[in-house]
Nanobody
Framework: QVLLVESGGGLVLAGGSLRLSCAAS????????MGWFRQSPGREREFLTA????????YYADSVKGRFTISRDNAKNTVYLQMNSLKPEDTAVYYC????????????????????WGQGTQVTVSS
């Protein structure tokens, strides 16, 4: 029903910034709440942030609150993750996700709340 493609990952020095994009196709992005997760080798997928269908509700993990900002542009069918003050421990593959489940925000940090996933984009932060 929806295809998600992340872009914008790369190599950045500690303290730097990156903006990730996730383009949605197949259905209008306004149909879905969106989220960002990350995963490092040997670790479980970690919730970062999520945003409601209209953009009025946002959720952030404590680890990124104040540094990362999620936003969406439904006219462009795109969700963004602005990442500032990056740290080496932010190094991971970053995934965008979408859900059309009406109760998704009862537990937005759970990856099982999301039923569509992008392919991921690598972010590497060096010091």
């Amino acid at each position: 029903q929806v295809l998600l493609v992340e872009s914008g990952g790369g190599l950045v020095l500690a303290g730097g910034s990156l903006r990730l994009s996730c383009a949605a196709s197949g259905r209008t992005s306004s149909t879905y709440a969106m989220g960002w997760f990350r995963q490092s080798p040997g670790r479980e997928r970690e919730f970062l942030t999520a945003i409601g269908r209209s953009g009025g509700r946002t959720y952030y993990a404590d680890s990124v609150k104040g540094r990362f900002t999620i936003s969406r542009d439904n006219a462009k069918n795109t969700v963004y993750l602005q990442m500032n003050s990056l740290k080496p421990e932010d190094t991971a593959v970053y995934y965008c996700a979408a859900t059309n489940r009406v109760d998704w925000n009862s537990a937005p940090s759970l990856h099982t709340a999301f039923n569509y996933w992008g392919q991921g984009t690598q972010v590497t932060v060096s010091s």
